[in-house]
Nanobody
Framework: QVQLVESGGGLVQAGGSLRLSCIASGGTFSNYNMGWFRQAPGKEREFVAAINWGATATRYAESVKGQFTISKDNAKSTAYLQMNSLKPEDTAVYYC?????????????????WGQGTQVTVSS
């Protein structure tokens, strides 16, 4: 069973930066595609970014392109989401998700395991 634990969330002023981390335990991390999603109060969970198992392909939501960067360090079994120029509308609970190999997907149903989430709050 794969377990995912996110960290790095917090309160930041608009224009600031945060780096989220997602450490995985169980299985072979180098075989995992990783994704980041977020959910704001009263809204559905939405795709943010994804990276394939070999870190050779990434996908981003249009709303975060050029602002967020996803990466993974297979040696540390950790995926990252670097978030720059944060805006109040980026406020949400951020979740990482994992699936084994396959295509990089943007849909929540395409992932097998999820973390518990980390809160990101951007003040204006």
């Amino acid at each position: 069973q794969v377990q995912l634990v996110e960290s790095g969330g917090g309160l930041v002023q608009a224009g600031g930066s945060l780096r989220l981390s997602c450490i995985a335990s169980g299985g072979t991390f180098s075989n995992y595609n990783m994704g980041w999603f977020r959910q704001a109060p009263g809204k559905e969970r939405e795709f943010v970014a994804a990276i394939n198992w070999g870190a050779t392909a990434t996908r981003y939501a249009e709303s975060v392109k050029g602002q967020f960067t996803i990466s993974k360090d297979n040696a540390k079994s950790t995926a990252y989401l670097q978030m720059n120029s944060l805006k109040p509308e980026d406020t949400a609970v951020y979740y990482c998700a994992q699936r084994v190999l396959g295509l990089v997907t943007t849909t929540p149903t395409g992932y097998d395991n999820w973390g518990q989430g980390t809160q990101v709050t951007v003040s204006s």
